[in-house]
């Protein structure tokens, strides 16, 4: 690839892709005081104790929503949820406590917090069991935990790679078992919100490497413990990428399956987003950690990289309606995912995945 076409490419799929403050044309353009009154509106965010999870479930919460935060700890999640109802400012700097008006003082829904573990099948079940006993209906599902380039060699409980396994198999699990009180009756569609990334773009050519998400029977950790590549596994980054594109997949096989007056999915990229998502690569956790001002021209906050799923999540049903099985990228732009994901091809794929995981289930019932 030349000079020029590289460039190309990087500004595609980079710049306009994702989005970066020092572009003047792709910073936000809606803010959370524009969320409608979600007062009754039952909402359940993964990875909501930080990160865009949590500017999620503060922003909703102040809007009225009843908001349960799922994560691994449940701990963390009470910790996340005191916050939320201090008003507090999370971010790589800390926590900083804002003082609400009377006024918004009315407004609040309540917040709750639901232990998951996205790489335990059985603890996905039994929080989504858990969770059917609290609420007989559930409006707006936010799949958002994620996990980024982490190392080769670590396997969910069930001996999936850990970022496909938790990321899509999970989720896609999750959503299976939640989706009894998404599809209740109810005046408006439910929503299902997946959270991706320009990073599907790394995904092998097709979308997912099936041979080398499950672990080999020969896959062991080297002799001090330390994980070690698997056999059959791609590299952090294709992996990364297969599970982002997995993410996708999810939105569009949603939305072709069930009727839209029922059930409303979308996939949503958040942007270039200082969290403490990549703290573990290079120079990019030196940064987080060490030199926040480095990130600041090149990254938004984590409360602006959750307008875009805030937004899908909202938005008057008439609306949302035409973002149906669409990929929405910083600030509230539809976009074409990659080709794989596109047309008849795009639906068959995503399909497939999903009866995928439906077997993979079934094997640890």
């Given at each position: 690839m030349g000079i020029v076409a590289s460039f190309l490419h990087f500004w595609q799929h980079f710049v306009t892709h994702s989005g970066t403050p020092i572009v003047f044309w792709t910073r936000p353009n809606w803010s959370v005081d524009q969320i409608p009154d979600q007062s009754g509106k039952v909402v359940l965010i993964t990875g909501g104790n930080s990160g865009v999870g949590y500017a999620s479930a503060l922003a909703l919460y102040n809007a009225g929503a009843n908001v349960t935060i799922a994560c691994r700890s449940f701990a963390r999640g009470q910790e996340a949820a005191e916050d939320i109802k201090k008003n507090g400012d999370r971010g790589i700097w800390g926590v900083r406590y804002n003082q609400r008006t009377p006024a918004e003082e009315t407004k609040l829904g309540s917040i709750d917090v639901l232990a998951l573990d996205l790489t335990d099948l059985a603890s996905v079940e039994q929080a989504a069991d858990k969770y059917k006993l609290r609420v007989k209906r559930l409006d707006q599902l936010?799949?958002?935990?994620?996990?980024?380039?982490?190392?080769?060699?670590?396997?969910?409980?069930?001996?999936?790679?850990?970022?496909?396994?938790?990321m899509v198999l999970g989720h896609q699990r999750l959503t299976t078992h939640l989706l009894p009180i998404l599809l209740s009756p109810r005046e408006e569609p439910a929503r299902v919100i997946s959270l991706s990334s320009v990073g599907h773009n790394f995904a092998p050519p097709g979308g997912i490497d099936y041979t080398s998400v499950s672990r080999h029977p020969d896959d062991v950790a080297n002799p001090d413990g330390s994980p070690k590549k698997g056999k059959?596994?791609?590299?952090?980054?294709?992996?990364?990428?297969?599970?982002?594109?997995?993410?996708?997949?999810?939105?569009?096989?949603?939305?072709?399956?069930?009727?839209?007056?029922?059930?409303?999915?979308?996939a949503v990229h958040p942007g270039s987003i200082a969290t403490n998502l990549g703290n573990h690569i290079g120079i990019v956790g030196w940064a987080a950690s060490k030199a926040h001002w480095a990130l600041a021209p090149m990254t938004f906050s984590p409360y602006q990289g959750a307008l875009n799923q805030l937004w899908s999540g909202t938005l008057p049903a008439t609306q949302a309606l035409e973002?149906?099985?669409?990929?929405v990228v910083p600030f509230r732009h539809v976009m074409d995912p990659r080709a794989d994901l596109l047309g008849e091809e795009g639906k068959e794929r995503a399909r497939k995945l999903w009866a995928w995981c439906d077997e993979q289930g079934k094997k640890f019932e």
């Open positions: 936010y799949l958002n935990a994620g996990i980024m380039a982490v190392q080769e060699g670590q396997w969910t409980k069930q001996n999936y790679t850990l970022q496909f396994g938790s059959n596994e791609l590299d952090r980054w294709p992996e990364y990428g297969q599970a982002k594109w997995g993410n996708i997949a999810i939105a569009k096989y949603l939305a072709d399956r069930y009727d839209p007056k029922e059930l409303i999915a979308v973002l149906n099985g669409k990929y």
